[in-house]
């Protein structure tokens, strides 16, 4: 019975805090770093890219189909029924 409960407090005052600060290190240093990648690798990925933004303007002005207003779903459902 007390070597379990010496167990339990070497875990909670040694391994647990040694976790913690073991989980920042790691955080700090992979914020670290990104100041030693080159300045276009250290930037936020770009949610749109030119050539997504491309294909969306190809693909709505080469667009056979033609939306009229009427086609659009109505607001009440049981309208049409």
Avoid: C, K, W, Y
């Avoid at 290190?25 to 100041?35: E, F, K, N, T």
């Avoid at 969306?56 to 309208?79: F, G, H, K, Y």
Wanted: proline letters at 7%.
């Amino acid at each position: 019975m007390r070597s379990e409960v010496l167990a339990m407090v070497f875990f909670r005052q040694v391994v647990v805090p040694f976790l913690i600060l073991l989980v920042f290190g790691v955080a700090l240093l992979a914020v670290s770093i990104r100041s030693f990648l080159p300045g276009d690798m250290a930037a936020p990925a770009p949610l749109e890219t030119e050539m997504t933004s491309q294909v969306e303007q190809e693909v709505t002005t080469n667009s056979s189909i033609a939306v009229e207003p009427s086609d659009r779903l109505s607001a009440d459902p049981t309208s049409e029924l």
